[in-house]
């Protein structure tokens, strides 16, 4: 009898079960934070899918991958919220995921990881009563959802000449209130951008920005594979 093909790998503190070694199956990346684990280095625990999965999306598309995937990708996430003593969608002190490309060989900054998955309108205010500072918790979910926007939902620029519309409302927010900087932009201003941002979603790609954290996860892990085609 053959053995099960496995297709996430997990990492971290208490369970590694990649190494250097793997760079074929893990990618640079994966391969690399699983080799940091076994030295005992402090990684943030995760799981890596392997480049076998991305080759199933290839060749056989993304409903057949995910199926393929989907229970060994919840037991990764199950892992991670072991590690972290928290649970992934909840409102009041979520786990967050950072989602990027890792292939086995591949450039650096040809995906810009998308931080800070697993926030929406309920968990934002979770994470604001968590951290006691309710300027950083808009400011994280203002960026993931201008991250996911631009990598997962296509409002990427298409050349130099193009100008990212986040950036562009970012500009229009600072020049009304009379600003320069991010910085200078207060909780009031992120939830605005916040609004903003989810309007161009809505009106350029004809659906809402995802406030579910399985489908926003599932979105991005397909965003990694259509990367790599």
Known sequence: MSTPVKYAYVFGATRTEGSADMKNLLGGKGANLAEMCRLGIRVPSGFTISTEACTVFTEQG????????????????????????????????PVLLSVRSGS????????????????????????????????????????????????????????????????????????????????????????ELVERFKGL?????????????WEQLWGAIMAVFELEQ
């Open 62 to 93: 993304r409903d057949h991958v995910r199926k393929l995937i989907e229970a060994e990708v919840r037991q990764g996430v199950a892992y991670v919220e072991q590690e972290m003593g928290k649970k992934f969608g909840d409102a009041s002190d």
């Open 104 to 191: 086995r060989a591949s450039m650096p900054g040809m995906m810009d990881t998308i931080l800070n998955l697993g926030l929406n309108d309920e968990a934002v205010v979770g994470l604001a009563r968590k951290a006691n500072n309710e300027r950083f918790a808009w400011d994280s979910y203002r960026r993931f959802v201008q991250m996911y926007g631009d990598v997962v939902m296509g409002l990427k620029p298409v050349s130099k000449e193009d100008h990212d519309p986040f950036e562009v409302i970012i500009d229009m927010v600072k020049e009304k209130k009379g600003v320069q900087l991010d910085t200078e932009l207060d909780t009031a201003d992120l939830k």
């Open 201 to 213: 979603i809505r009106a350029r790609v004809g659906r809402e920005f995802p406030s579910d954290p």
